[in-house]
């Protein structure tokens, strides 16, 4: 058995962050523990060891951050971190640099918060983005990533109001020093990355544009542009609103998500990770695909719905990246953030 993390937003019948079981053998989800009842646990973090669980939150209307210690399928709760004025948009753990990584979509800013070996959390910085773009949802900065490939001394951010990606490092004072500046063709609205497990490229989604923009990742942390793919059928006129980008860690394919087409679409990645060859596009079975993720071997998709109560699973065929619709309507609502357990 295998276990899956689930959060979202908390405004209809979802109440925080569910703990799932999943039968690799039926290729189902199977039961369902509400781990956490909290206000809005919009994104998640775990621990490499899972005993540690860092969620976005308004406890107690205090926006900030969560630490919960996982044991015997409990979840305690061990600190609070108060961040932005208001709940943030994405969270990510470096344990090697020992902090986590905040993006603030509302108010474009940055934040990290340092961890001490009591898990204790202490607010090391913030950072606030200037600019905005052309397109209506980008009339300020609107910070969606933040976070460190591994193996890298570099920390890469998403603006989607801004059409940039910033290229960061941590100072010893855990503050971030911006290093670099890439900026997306205007409209773009890039929101998040991918990295190559192997090769020095990033995969930025523009949730504005639906394309997958192939950036280089320069010794010197600079971004520089290789291709630009489409992840949308030539002949949708209507909403579209891309979310969600994974990458096998084999490194040979690649999904994205898209809402309002409400699909998963898949991608061969070339031998030297620079060109994308279309895979199919299939239906996510669900309203707002907001976020998927694969389960710890990779071998299924799991795919989160914000504006229904329905949960898909895909299995994957680690051959040629194919997917074939395994479960629908598992019924967990508002769900914008999937997270497996580690093996």
């Known amino acids: 058995m295998q276990t899956i993390y689930l959060s979202g937003y908390t405004r209809n019948t979802n109440q925080g962050i569910h703990q799932v079981t999943f039968d690799p053998e039926q290729g189902k989800l199977i039961k369902d523990k509400l781990l956490v009842t909290e206000a809005n646990p919009t994104y998640i973090a775990l621990s490499k060891d899972n005993k540690h669980l860092y969620t976005l939150t308004e406890l107690k209307d205090q926006p ?29 753990l470096d344990e090697e640099k020992q902090v986590l ?37 980008q009339e300020k900065a609107h910070a969606h990533f933040l976070n460190r ?18 290229t960061y490092q941590l100072n010893e004072d855990k503050h971030l020093q911006e290093v670099s500046v890439y900026t997306a063709e205007p409209g773009t609205g890039p929101r998040h990355l991918a990295f190559h497990p192997s090769k020095k490229i990033a995969y930025l989604i523009g949730e504005l544009s639906y394309t997958i923009d192939v950036l280089s ?14 992840s949308m059928p030539d002949d949708w006129n209507d909403f579209n609103s891309s979310s969600a980008i994974r990458i096998s860690q084999d490194g040979q394919f690649l999904y994205v998500s898209n809402r309002g087409h409400n699909s998963i679409t898949a991608y061969k990645i070339s031998e030297n990770g620079e060109e994308l060859t279309y895979i199919a596009t299939y239906a996510s079975q669900g309203d707002f695909p907001r976020d998927f993720n ?11 719905h914000q504006k229904d109560p329905k949960i898909t699973v895909f299995k994957r065929n680690k051959d040629n990246g194919e997917l074939t619709l395994s479960q629908k309507d598992y019924p967990i609502d508002e769900i914008v953030c999937v997270v497996s357990a580690h093996d």
């Open 294 to 304: 694969f389960t710890a071997d990779e071998n299924y998709l799991v795919v989160g």
């Open 101 to 137: 990584y905040l993006a603030d979509y509302h108010h474009g800013a940055l934040a990290v918060v340092s961890l001490d070996d009591q898990g204790k959390m202490t607010l090391a910085d913030t950072i606030s983005h200037q600019g905005s773009g052309p397109h209506p949802n």
């Open 217 to 230: 990742m320069e010794d010197n942390g600079k971004l520089t542009f290789i291709e630009r793919y489409h």
């Open 64 to 92: 900030g951050v969560n630490h919960y210690e996982i044991t015997n399928d409990q979840a305690k709760l061990i600190d609070h971190v108060d961040v932005f004025p208001g709940n943030a948009c994405y969270i990510s």
């Open 149 to 166: 490939p591994e193996n890298s001394n570099f920390i890469y951010s998403c603006d989607l109001g801004t059409d940039q990606v910033h």
